[in-house]
């Protein structure tokens, strides 16, 4: 990777980063990375352990320790999406890395996957540099669909009582809390009858979307929830039928677009292009692009009775959605709800969300309220995928040495802020709730898309930084 990196100050730490992106690594399939991390510790006799779900535990130890124990933690997977023209096989094949004409990394045809690999490739490289005190990292598998090996770690083999996790994506950021989640499903196994005809399919599409957590407070439009708004209005005047219907493809995403398939009379297609305009008047800039189509085609099938129909888009439309409080002295969202995902099709139905906030009893108030009306609308309803928020620390020993050593390499003042959106973080500090942490993390763009970019800049200066904490203390 010469040509690549040069002669960069974080050389080391991007050379590292380019060997991980020759390993398969999407979530659940990290036994690769953490057989590569198993012949790092044989290398550099280092301390390792590694659990059945490919957890690794990597520990210097010196002869002498000056200081403290310290932790640095992050997760091995990342978030597979390519474009369309990609044949790129994320089981089997090696990332291709190249420099953007603005000089930042990214992967060809696909993501890059900095998110978490960089965080992964610093704490190697400060594993390398043997300082005077006892070194942990801990990598962690499966953050991107659960958090799962953050759930399933021993956290009493830590001994480190200063953790940084290298999972943020801005080097001028300090993240000091995070919220925590929860997953619903509501589902309905409906009677299905046959029936032909001249079928509509309806779409609206080109939505902004966005992630559910950091993108919620900005009044992205949901597909699935706008499409299933206008629908209701035309069962309400029309004999409508559903064969199918979709949006969104993970709970933890604001779906861009949507499609429902419906026995409906032609004239309903041109009240449906009316509602559309109208409500395409109220949006943001960022959604202002989108539109709706239809396209008629012949069907024969089973298709949800109209009353079947109507309960499932009267559902979809009226469940809670975005933000539902603030805190009062902070620019950030409390407690929010997304619809994430939505499916019918043969006569079953499922509704997938997720309910986020760092205040524990609004968060269950709101999944409360939510789940009896579900169950009032005639819905069973699932929970699943529980994790913790992780408060913020009025004092913090090792938010001094951040700010200290920030001041140092940059020159100026950080951003000290939480996030609504989860972090691994909330496990460790349940696990130990006399863990001081911190999240950080040099600059990365569009993280989880084809344009996912890392600025090598920026790797250097956060390298600086990241050396003042892990070698001196206060």
């Not at 012949?39 to 550099?44: I, S, T, V």
């Not at 949901?222 to 993970?250: P, Q, S, V």
């Not at 409360?368 to 913090?396: L, R, T």
């Not at 390499?409 to 349940?430: D, N, Q, S, T």
Request: with cysteine; hydrophobic share 40%; proline share 3%.
């Amino acid at each position: 990777m010469e040509n690549l990196f040069g002669s960069r100050a974080s050389r080391r730490v991007l050379d590292l980063f380019a060997e991980l992106s020759q390993i398969p690594r999407s979530s659940g399939n990290e036994s690769g990375v953490a057989d590569w991390l198993e012949r790092f510790a044989k290398e550099n006799q280092l301390d390792c352990y590694r659990d059945a779900q490919n957890n690794v535990l990597l520990r210097y130890i010196p002869a002498h320790a000056a200081h403290a124990p310290f932790l640095l933690q992050g997760h091995t997977d990342m978030v597979c999406v390519r474009e369309p023209w990609s044949t790129h096989d994320f089981a089997a094949e090696p990332l291709e890395l190249f420099l953007d004409e603005s000089g930042l990394l990214g992967a060809k045809g696909t993501s890059l996957g900095a998110d978490d690999g960089i965080g992964v490739a610093l704490m190697l490289a400060m594993l390398e540099e043997k300082p005077s005190r006892v070194l942990e990292c801990l990598f962690t598998t499966s953050e991107e669909t659960g958090m799962d090996g953050a759930i399933g770690f021993d956290y009493s083999r830590l001994t480190a009582r200063q953790m940084v996790n290298l999972d943020s994506e801005d080097e001028n950021e300090a993240i000091v809390s995070c919220a925590g989640g929860c997953r619903l499903l509501a589902e309905k196994t409906f009677k299905t009858c046959d029936a032909s005809g001249n079928a509509l399919r309806v779409r609206v599409g080109g939505f902004a979307g966005g992630h559910s957590g950091s993108d919620i407070h900005l009044g992205k439009v949901n597909a699935a929830r706008r499409l299933a708004k206008l629908l209701a209005k035309i069962c309400e005047k029309y004999d409508c039928r559903m064969i199918r219907f979709a949006g969104g493809e993970k709970s933890n995403a604001i779906p861009t677009d949507a499609v429902a398939e419906l026995l409906v009379d032609a004239s309903a297609e041109p009240e449906l292009s009316e509602l559309f305009a109208r409500a395409q008047k109220t949006v943001t800039a960022a959604d202002a692009a989108a539109e709706i189509t239809f396209e008629r085609f012949a069907y024969t099938g089973p298709v949800f009775d109209m009353y079947a129909t109507k309960q499932i888009c009267r559902l979809i439309a009226t469940v809670r959605n975005g933000v539902v409080s603030r805190y009062e002295r902070l620019d950030l969202v409390k407690t929010s709800l997304n619809t994430g995902i939505v499916r019918a099709e043969n006569g079953h139905f499922e509704l997938h969300s997720m309910v986020r906030s760092s205040d524990e009893r609004e968060m269950k108030a709101l999944t409360d309220e939510v789940c009896a009306m579900i169950e009032n609308a005639g819905f069973s309803y699932q929970k699943d995928g529980e994790y913790p928020s992780w408060a913020f620390a009025e004092h913090s020993a090792l938010r001094e040495r951040y700010l200290t050593a920030y001041r140092r390499v940059y020159g100026g003042e950080p951003r000290v802020c939480g996030i609504h959106a989860g972090l691994e973080c909330g496990f460790v500090k349940a696990a130990l709730p006399d863990m001081d942490i911190l999240s950080l993390g040099p600059t990365m763009h569009d993280i989880h898309t084809v344009g996912e970019r890392l600025d090598l800049d920026s790797c250097d200066r956060f390298l600086d930084m990241l050396r003042i904490l892990v070698h001196e203390d206060a």
